[in-house]
Every structure is written in C-alpha cells, then in structure tokens.
Nanobody, 124 residues
Framework: QVQLQESGGGLVQPGGSLRLSCAAS????????MAWFRRPPGQDREFVSA????????FYASSVEDRFTISRDNAKSAVYLQMDKLTPEDTGIYYC?????????????????WGQGTQVTVSS
C-alpha cells in the first residue's frame, strides 16, 4: 500500500504563485509515475502534469505547460508542482497520484493511489 499526502494549497491572487508538495509513504516502486490532477468546481477531475521515475520525462496539460513545473525527489519519495502566473481557471482541488507501473498516463484510471487533495483558490 502507498499513502500520499498533499500540502501547499491556499488562496492566491491572480498572477501569483504556489508550490504544491506530495509526500509518498509505504511500498513505492522504483518505476512509478507520479502525477497531479485537479478538480475545478463543478467539473470532473482532469490531468495537470506527470513525471516518470527517472525525472527525464515530464508531461503537462496544454493549459498549464508554460506556467507549471513538475519535479520529484526520489530520495524523499516526493513530487512537487510549482505553479506560476495563476489564473482563476486554475482554482480547484489538486490531487497527487501514483502509478506503480510507470505508464506515464494522463488518465485517472491508470493511477492506483491518490491523496486526499489540497484546495487551490485563485481570486482577487
């Protein structure tokens, strides 16, 4: 089993920045993909970004690729999401996810483990 815990959400003004963190514990594999998804108000969960174990492959949704940066520290079993130039459309609950098979998917069904989420609100 793997447990994921997100942190770093909050309220920020448009144009501002936030850095989300996700700490994994338990039986994490050495080939896992870690990802961030979000659920905007009234909408389904959507892909934001993913990173493979080697950290050489990174994937972004088109809506965030010029503003968000994903990274991970395997020694700490952690993944991060630096979010810059935030807009109100970035508001939502942000979830950390882990796929032990390392498929590098943008689909929720590929991920076996999920955190409980952290709220990000972008508003003036």
């Amino acid at each position: 089993q793997v447990q994921l815990q997100e942190s770093g959400g909050g309220l920020v003004q448009p144009g501002g920045s936030l850095r989300l963190s996700c700490a994994a514990s338990g039986r994490t594999s050495s080939s896992s993909t870690m990802a961030w998804f979000r659920r905007p108000p009234g909408q389904d969960r959507e892909f934001v970004s993913a990173i493979d174990w080697s950290t050489t492959s990174k994937f972004y949704a088109s809506s965030v690729e010029d503003r968000f940066t994903i990274s991970r520290d395997n020694a700490k079993s952690a993944v991060y999401l630096q979010m810059d130039k935030l807009t109100p459309e970035d508001t939502g609950i942000y979830y950390c996810a882990l796929d032990p098979d390392g498929v590098n998917s943008k689909y929720t069904f590929a991920y076996d483990y999920w955190g409980q989420g952290t709220q990000v609100t972008v508003s003036s």
